[in-house]
């Protein structure tokens, strides 16, 4: 059975960077687009970053294309979110999301979170001001 585990989630100290890992077990990870969402407390799910499963394109949400990276390592079986320059708004539970509906990576980040089939489990990021 195909599963997600993010990790590298932690307490870090505003303008630091951190990097998400996230591994899918059971599948390889190129059957799927994958994703990153966040979600802070009282808030709902939003979109981070997306990338496509066989071009490797990206896209992200407007509040962290200039400092967020996202990449796939196909060998690896893991998508990764680089974060730099925290701010205390980044703060939130980050997860990591996989769906086998085709899409561009424009299209992925238009998509709702129902529309990805498979999540993790949540990696907590806190930043401290």
């Known amino acids: 059975q195909e599963r997600l585990v993010e990790s590298g989630g932690g307490l870090v100290q505003t303008g630091d960077s951190l990097r998400l890992s996230c591994v899918l077990r059971?599948?390889?990870?190129?059957?799927?687009?994958m994703a990153w969402f966040r979600q802070a407390p009282g808030r709902e799910r939003e979109f981070v970053a997306a990338i496509t499963r066989t071009s490797g394109t990206t896209s992200y949400a407007d509040f962290v294309k200039d400092w967020f990276t996202i990449s796939k390592d196909n060998f690896e079986n893991t998508v990764d979110l680089q974060m730099n320059s925290l701010k205390p708004e980044d703060a939130a539970v980050y997860y990591c999301?996989?769906?086998?509906?085709?899409?561009?990576?424009?299209?992925?980040?238009?998509?709702?979170?129902?529309?990805?089939?498979?999540w993790g489990q949540g990696a907590r990021v806190t930043v401290s001001s």
């Open positions: 059971g599948r390889v990870i190129s059957a799927y687009n």
């Open positions: 999301a996989a769906t086998i509906r085709q899409a561009t990576a424009q299209g992925l980040a238009r998509m709702s979170p129902n529309d990805f089939n498979l």
